[in-house]
């Protein structure tokens, strides 16, 4: 049992969980994951350790003795430190009140991240995070507090700043209120930029590393993540990644390579693997009871996060036709990486099929709006391409770079989605005689782009992620 705290029985108990903490040689993030494991409540994140810590929260009676039994401090005397802490933040509201003082400024500052602080809070970062990097989805209140590590009541007042703001989008389906990030708005490409190589590095290095074979633990380290735990210093110049393989297999290293040349791509700074060995005992011990932690969801590893230095691995190289057009797109900003389910070229094929399916339907009655139809499937098309390597438009991009890409690397029979593209803005301005398509139009468009849709399809069978 920890003795260090009977003399002195005024301590407020953020103090006595710090001091406990340190002595135990535990992070924060370490502190939240015994908590979670021995109470059985998932939700318990570093963030509320942090603002006992701080005094801005004082842990319930229930939470009280969970501390006392991973912190090896009497419970009785944590009783007396939630005392003291509460009679100490009266005092503190009563004399921020009489001086003309702002506490709700104050605790703000406290909350500003260290990993980039001119946010608000860790937590307004995450929701920034979850949206902004995956565009096309939306998220209920739950979905962002598991992202932002967060509470709901958290989560819901920085949502609601971030709608009023324009950087989020509502809607409701029934008792949900769904989220996503705004698409109309100039300052979110460089918003996205900043988040995606501060907060969002977390999902990219997850999304790379998860897809190679034996891989059954993730970990951050390094100083990147000794910012993301809000220790202040510089601002780190590469990320640290080790892995961890399951017992008696090894990744490709190959494989690996590729993850770690997509992942500094995305990312804008180096990325330095190793491969820990594999662990001999998988279920952790607290106590001498054996705890079993999961490490994976949804079928892949979890990314944790641990401040320690890892040395480097060795970088891959793209090599498929067409891949100085592709890596000149993404370092310009046209195009960006990016992995996870929507890495797919299926949908995309499948939307393609659909419109061409309804052109043919249209097209006797109505020419043009056939020609829409045919226009959109051949973007469909070249998406498809695209999506099936990582690669997907970026916010604000050129028009042509889907047709860009997909003819570089596959060949001037793509060509059509170009052309079908420059034809179809014609459309858009009701004024000389190029506004008009015809049926004979229609007609020699869609065997041509039946054609482009099945060579899609075999193509994208053989595609793996861009370098």
């Given at each position: ?5 009977h003399?002195?029985?005024d301590?407020?108990i953020?103090?006595?969980i710090?001091t406990a ?10 502190l939240?994951g015994?908590?979670a494991?021995?109470?059985g ?12 810590e701080?005094?801005r929260?004082?842990p ?6 969970w501390?006392?039994?991973?912190l090896?401090?009497p419970s009785e005397?944590?009783?007396a ?6 009679q ?7 004399v921020?009140t009489a001086r003309g ?6 605790r ?7 990993l980039?602080?001119v946010?608000?809070?860790?937590i307004?970062?995450?929701i920034?995070?979850?949206t902004l990097?995956n565009?096309?989805r939306?998220?209920?209140?739950t979905?962002?507090a598991d ?5 709901l009541?958290?989560?819901?007042k920085?949502a ?6 324009g950087?989020?989008?509502t ?30 590095v977390?999902?990219?290095?997850g999304e ?10 993730i970990a ?6 000794e910012?993301?735990a809000?220790?202040?210093g510089?601002e ?14 090894q ?6 390579s590729?993850?770690?040349a ?8 180096p ?7 594999a662990?001999d005992?998988?279920?952790?011990r ?12 949804n ?13 480097t691995?060795p ?12 890596t ?9 990486l990016f ?9 995309y ?8 399916a ?6 006797s ?8 139809l045919?226009?959109?499937?051949a973007?469909m ?7 099936a390597?990582?690669?997907?438009p970026a ?5 042509d770079v889907v047709s ?9 029979q ?5 052309l ?6 014609t ?10 398509i015809?049926?004979d ?5 869609i ?9 899609a399809?075999d193509?994208s069978l053989?595609?793996d992620?861009?370098g």
């Amino acid at each position: 049992m920890n003795r260090e705290f009977h003399d002195n029985i005024d301590l407020p108990i953020g103090q006595i969980i710090r001091t406990a903490r340190q002595q135990l040689h535990m992070s924060q993030y370490t502190l939240a994951g015994r908590l979670a494991t021995i109470s059985g409540k998932r939700t318990m994140g570093r963030d509320r350790v942090a603002r006992w810590e701080r005094g801005r929260q004082v842990p319930r009676r229930e939470w009280r003795q969970w501390l006392s039994v991973v912190l090896e401090v009497p419970s009785e005397r944590l009783d007396a430190g939630a005392i003291a802490a509460r009679q100490q933040n009266r005092l503190g509201r009563a004399v921020s009140t009489a001086r003309g003082g702002r506490p709700e400024a104050s605790r703000r500052q406290q909350g500003t991240p260290a990993l980039l602080p001119v946010f608000r809070s860790r937590i307004q970062a995450g929701i920034l995070a979850a949206t902004l990097l995956n565009p096309h989805r939306a998220f209920s209140l739950t979905e962002l507090a598991d992202h932002a590590g967060g509470s709901l009541a958290s989560v819901s007042k920085e949502a609601k700043l971030l709608e009023d703001a324009g950087f989020l989008v509502t809607r409701s389906e029934g008792a949900i209120r769904l989220m996503r990030a705004a698409t109309d708005k100039p300052t979110l490409g460089p918003l996205t930029e900043l988040i995606r190589v501060t907060y969002g590095v977390p999902q990219i290095i997850g999304e790379e590393f998860s897809r190679v074979a034996h891989v059954a633990r993730i970990a951050l380290m390094g100083t990147w993540a000794e910012r993301f735990a809000g220790v202040i210093g510089p601002e780190p110049e590469a990320i640290h990644v080790r892995v961890t393989p399951p017992a008696n297999a090894q990744p490709d290293q190959d494989a690996l390579s590729a993850a770690t040349a997509r992942a500094r791509r995305r990312l804008h700074r180096p990325v330095h693997v190793t491969v820990a060995a594999a662990p001999d005992d998988p279920h952790p011990r607290i106590d001498g009871t054996r705890v079993d932690i999961p490490h994976q969801r949804n079928g892949r590893p979890v990314v944790r996060i641990t401040p320690l230095e890892e040395p480097t691995a060795p970088i891959g190289t793209p090599w498929r036709p067409g891949a100085d057009v592709v890596t000149r797109l993404v370092a310009s900003g046209q195009l960006e990486l990016f992995n996870g389910p929507t890495a797919d070229s299926r949908p995309y094929l499948d939307a393609a099929n659909h419109h061409l399916a309804s052109a043919r339907d249209v097209a006797s009655q109505a020419a043009g709006s056939a020609f829409v139809l045919l226009s959109h499937a051949a973007h469909m098309i070249g998406c498809s391409l695209l999506a099936a390597q990582g690669l997907r438009p970026a916010a604000g991009s050129n028009g042509d770079v889907v047709s860009t890409c997909v003819v570089a690397q596959f060949g001037a029979q793509f060509g059509h989605v170009e052309l079908l593209r420059q034809r179809q803005l014609t459309l858009n301005h009701p004024v000389g005689r190029d506004n008009r398509i015809i049926a004979d139009d229609v007609a020699a468009a869609i065997p041509a782009l039946e054609a482009l849709l099945k060579t899609a399809r075999d193509l994208s069978l053989e595609l793996d992620l861009f370098g």
